[in-house]
């Protein structure tokens, strides 16, 4: 069997969109993928093989629907300015704008004429005057820390709030105070993202045996692909539902599987969990936690589970708390994704596709002291044993 076939053309279409959007390097997004770079290579020229075939001369319908969609995303972000810029100046105190306005005035007026109209001490603006070099030095690190900030939060998809803002600059090698970044993110208007409560889709089969809970609610792992947490949720689009299946590792918060179908079927999960066995992210013995749905307690996923040597457990029905971590990941997913509804499948499948990367490999956890889950996985080191 080929290196690339154990992985389906869902897969495969799924990689080579993440791949063509990506502003990394093709040998990145193969190893966020788990693919070799060369297969990923070969199905991206597959891809442009195929749409150079039926692009036949360009549709320019199309491309001015482009241009347009263009001109109207540069058009809200000039509508957010006057907003930024008004907070910005709303600390200016009364007795600075009088500064400023004296010094703007004193050449047709004088100093001491202006400091008596507007009540104001002479030396006290002179005073002012002398600090403005090092009142300039501080703007100026202040505007450029802000930029740093709207970078920061502008790659993030906007989820970022002040903790996780703070703990990244310090990962750049900045010196700088959690406090100060609230402050600067309050006065430019740079805000995170609240979460949405999660809600379960999966039903209870109630003429299946369901399995023993092995993880009573303990999320935690010692160790990268010894336990595994999974669950359904749903994406609305015009053309109806489309479904997601997660596997989650708690020790790395990564996902490390997951399927994508217009169905909740028992083939959903399967494929799911498949593809984390295959990604060799899972060891033996391993224990799969889920809900009582229907679709985890079907005999098709449970011989799957069985056919990888992983080990099947259920929370109570009812309880969101004994599936937390799961669904916990979805709410995260659904605030940070950026968008509420698709016009179709295909562009929820995507953007889902590209967002699982970007959570994997880019977004910081606090949970996981301000690191990727993919760090995480990779910087792991068994303990060491010491001979008595």
Known sequence: MSGSSKYSQEFRVDAVALARSASRPLAQVARELGVNHETLRTWVRAADRADQAAAAGGD??????????KRVAELEKEKEIPRKAAAYFAGDGSLTRSYRFISDHRAAYGVARLCRVLEVR?????????????????????DRLAGEIAGIHAAHRGAYGS????????????????????????????????????????????TAAPAP?????????????????????????????????????????????HALAPHMRADLVRDAITLAADRGLINAGAVFHSDRGTQYASTEFRATLAAHGIR?????????????????????????????????????????????????????????????????????????????
């Open 312 to 388: 099947a457990s259920m929370g109570r029905t009812g309880s969101c708390y004994d599936n937390a971590a799961a669904e916990s990941f979805f709410a995260t997913l659904k605030t940070e994704i950026g968008t509420r509804s698709w016009t179709t499948r295909h562009q929820a499948r995507h953007a889902v596709f590209a967002y699982l990367a970007y959570y994997n490999h880019h977004r910081l956890h606090s949970t996981l002291n301000y690191r990727t889950p993919h760090e995480t996985r990779t910087n792991y080191s068994p303990p060491t044993t010491h001979a008595a």
């Open 163 to 206: 903790p996780r803002i703070t703990a990244e600059l310090r990962r750049r090698g900045e010196t700088v105070n959690h406090k100060r970044v609230e402050r600067v993110m309050r006065e430019r208007g740079i805000t995170g993202i609240t979460r949405r409560k999660p809600r379960s889709l999966t039903r209870k089969d109630k």
């Open 60 to 69: 320019a319908a199309e491309r001015e629907l482009r241009q347009l969609r």
């Open 213 to 257: 809970d092995l993880i009573g609610r303990d999320f935690t792992a010692d160790a990268p692909g010894q336990r595994l947490v999974g669950d359904i949720t749903c994406l609305p689009t015009d053309e109806g539902w489309l479904c997601l299946a997660t596997v989650l590792d708690p020790h790395t918060r990564e996902i490390v599987g």
């Open 122 to 142: 002479r030396p006290g603006f002179y005073e002012w005057l002398a600090a403005a070099p090092a009142r300039e030095h501080r703007a100026r690190e202040e």
